[in-house]
């Protein structure tokens, strides 16, 4: 069975950091892009940021380019999301979702692709 289980959220002020991780069981994590993404009631679902098998290549939204870092440990099947300056408007519940092919390439984001999803992380940022 397929799992993706996240933790590390929690309440930071304007200009905090967080570490995100998401714990993969059930399938063979190295083989898969992974994203991180997030919800809010304004914008909805956001693409946040990915990450190639093998983590040699990384992607990042406008809006967390230069804040966030996206990284993985594919031994110890584990993805994380180091957030750094946060802001109001990262508030958010975040996600880590698994693309459902091991055949990945850039390409815009599209929910429907990714087949299992973890139950979220809720971050909020406020002072």
């Known amino acids: 069975e397929v799992q993706l289980v996240e933790s590390g959220g929690g309440l930071m002020q304007p200009g905090g950091s967080l570490r995100l991780s998401c714990a993969a069981s059930?399938?063979?994590?190295?083989?898969?892009?992974m994203t991180w993404v997030r919800r809010t009631p304004g914008k909805g679902l956001e693409w946040v940021s990915s990450i190639v098998s093998d983590g040699s290549t990384t992607y990042y939204a406008d809006s967390v380019k230069g804040r966030f870092t996206i990284s993985r440990d594919n031994v110890k099947k584990m993805l994380y999301l180091q957030t750094n300056s946060l802001k109001s408007e990262d508030t958010a519940v975040y996600y880590c979702?698994?693309?459902?092919?091991?055949?990945?390439?850039?390409?815009?984001?599209?929910?429907?692709?990714?087949?299992?999803w973890g139950q979220g992380t809720q971050v909020i940022v406020s002072a």
């Open positions: 059930g399938f063979t994590f190295s083989r898969y892009t």
């Open positions: 979702a698994k693309y459902y092919n091991p055949l990945w390439f850039p390409r815009p984001w599209a929910p429907d692709e990714y087949d299992y």
